[in-house]
């Protein structure tokens, strides 16, 4: 399989558990190249991230969420806050798989670690377009800034239903251990934000 047709499928793979289908993983190379090469997505759209989160912080300074979030301090900076986001970013694509390990073998799903990391991999980047389509829609101004942020409020409810849905199918454990598994990962994310803002 080439690396184009890998992209594709690992897409594929991705649209799949979205929709919540458990047979998912038949798109994707579980072997040891496989799981080296699913880190290619998150990589490949950390350009677009950075454009992302330009847009986001036009947003956040619109709604004034970072006005009311710094009450008597100086507003920061766009450089800094997409700074933050894409360090963080990247800090969630190395860390995440090196915790997943410990937490794995605790639920026992040790076995299916690397259908996990696949799966996360791939999922990024369909999630990525969720969250990027209202923010770019704001930035062309074809939406505004309240409906955007509405609308992106929304894509990001929908993004953890479908990583519940990759942790449940990539695990195989139920939806209770695997929302658990969710909440973890979701205060691990929040670590890394805290730690880089201490950079």
């Known amino acids: 399989m080439s690396f184009a047709q890998e992209i594709r499928a690992g897409l594929k793979g991705a649209l799949r558990l979205f929709f919540w289908d458990k047979n998912a993983f038949e798109e994707f190379d579980i072997s040891a190249d496989g799981f080296w090469r699913s880190f290619a997505a998150p990589i490949m759209i950390l350009p677009f991230y950075y454009l992302f989160f330009a847009m986001h912080y036009n947003l956040t300074v619109d709604l004034g969420l970072l006005q009311r979030l710094q009450t008597g301090a100086d507003l920061v900076s766009e450089r800094s806050y997409v700074w933050h986001w894409v360090v963080a970013y990247v800090l969630d694509i ?4 090196i915790l997943l390990v410990p937490i794995s073998r605790l639920l026992q799903f040790n076995d299916r670690y690397v259908h996990m990391v696949i799966a996360r991999n791939w999922g990024q980047a369909l999630a990525f377009v969720l969250y990027f389509v ?20 929304l894509m990001v409810i929908v993004g953890l239903i479908y990583e519940l849905a990759i942790i449940r199918f990539a695990s195989g454990l139920n939806v209770f251990i695997s929302a658990i598994i969710l909440i973890i990962l979701g205060l691990i994310n929040e670590v890394i934000k805290v730690l880089v803002d201490l950079l």
Request: proline share 12%.
């Open 134 to 153: 209202p923010i770019l829609m704001y930035g062309l101004g074809l939406l505004s800034p309240l409906m955007a942020g509405s609308v992106f409020t």
């Open 94 to 97: 190395v860390i995440l798989p």
